[in-house]
């Protein structure tokens, strides 16, 4: 659990872990009114520039991590892979207004270097990623985040990330093919 | 082939054809100065809204359909399948400005019911679209959609999707898992 021993990942690079669309984890720190560190699951994000590395989520202003994530303007996007995926359904099931969810899943927050939002130990990457553009927050819960730092954990070798096509149904990666392109 | 033959799906379910993440493609039609209908490879567009289901999508200012997009203001978003993965690729190794890429790639433009552009008959999902929201278009090449009809093929059942890691590298759809989850 060391961060010590996580690599970082050249920023170009960011795309390569979000643009196949998996399920992930968004942390926001305690520095808001919020009070705490906080975690949620989210599926609704996309890449929107390559480098430097900007990506767009909705975060609903109905939960908790909204608050937090205006206040102190940064968070960490978390990869989870398929070990954790009843974790990352149960995150996803509940708010943290309620309950320190950190604590209640046994996840590890670890201090990141960019931002106040902390890493989360058990995923295999974590990027750290400042609010960039709240231009379309009104309208439609919209962020545009900058990625700062990528970390990868070297101890987990080809993680599978899940896929979510609703009410808890998630599709596993499954195997890899390579198909000659000329675009990154 | 017949378009008859396809089910039209409720508009509530468009988030769980796009939110997993698939590589999709982007029909545009010939209605703009263009001049004829276009297709195109893409992977950076997320769900933002269940219903009416919108979503966004980045088309680069440089791809030859991001003029028709602004002009017509209609798209179609089609979902291929594994079998698809090998023109997936060559469609986005080349450019509507060269080539007509329907005719290139023998794929079946078939007339949407909603929009000036072509469904792609080879696909086992369909989404008409219509721009709801340019104002991100000049900062981040960001459009704003909103899904008018879905149209899926009975034929193709437990279609396979793609996921792009990157310079070709493609992640093909696993096994289904299911957690009880509480939220759609």
């Keep these: 659990m060391e961060p010590s021993r996580w690599k970082s990942l050249p920023l170009s690079k960011a795309y390569q872990l979000l643009e196949p669309g998996p399920v992930v984890l968004l942390t926001t720190s305690g520095k808001g009114r919020n009070g705490r560190a906080n975690v949620m699951?989210?599926?609704?994000?996309?890449?929107?520039?390559?480098?430097?590395?900007?990506?767009a989520c909705v975060v609903s202003a109905a939960d908790f991590s909204f608050a937090a994530l205006r206040q102190t303007g940064d968070c960490v996007i978390a990869v989870?892979?398929?070990?954790?995926?009843?974790?990352?359904?149960?995150?996803?099931?509940?708010?943290?207004?309620?309950?320190?969810?950190?604590?209640?899943f046994g996840l590890t927050p670890l201090a990141a270097e960019h931002v106040a939002a902390p890493l989360v130990g058990e995923c295999f990457a974590n990027l750290?990623?400042?609010?960039?553009?709240?231009?379309?927050?009104?309208?439609?819960?919209?962020?545009?985040?900058?990625?700062?730092?990528i970390w990868i954990d070297p101890k987990q070798k080809n993680p599978k990330t899940i896929h979510h096509h609703g009410y808890g149904r998630f599709v596993v990666d499954g195997r890899t093919i390579r198909l000659g392109s000329r675009m990154r």
């Design 41 to 55: 699951t989210m599926s609704w994000h996309m890449m929107v520039e390559f480098e430097p590395p900007l990506l």
């Design 80 to 104: 989870p892979a398929l070990k954790l995926a009843p974790t990352v359904v149960r995150i996803g099931n509940c708010s943290g207004r309620d309950v320190d969810k950190f604590e209640k």
């Design 128 to 149: 750290e990623c400042r609010v960039a553009d709240t231009g379309f927050v009104k309208k439609y819960d919209l962020f545009i985040l900058e990625v700062l730092k």
